[in-house]
């Protein structure tokens, strides 16, 4: 009994090992620094849109 424990107690520790050195690779470096997106028109005209009609919303739940 005392031989399986250990055998065991050897075989999770080899283990351990074996992906304690598979994760300690370095992430991959971006090649560059990504570019921004530009905040154009349409972006812009959905925002406004959007919070005109969150504004009714808002002022026909305060009508009712």
């Not at 090992?17 to 997106?37: G, K, S, W």
Request: a positive charge.
């Amino acid at each position: 009994m005392k031989k399986l424990i250990a055998y065991i107690l050897i075989l999770l520790a080899a283990l351990f090992l074996i992906t304690a050195v598979a994760l300690a690779q370095p992430p991959p470096m971006f090649p560059d620094v990504p570019e921004q997106a530009p905040l154009d028109g349409g972006l812009l005209t959905i925002t406004a849109v959007g919070a005109l009609y969150a504004f009714k919303k808002l002022s026909n739940l305060k009508q009712k």
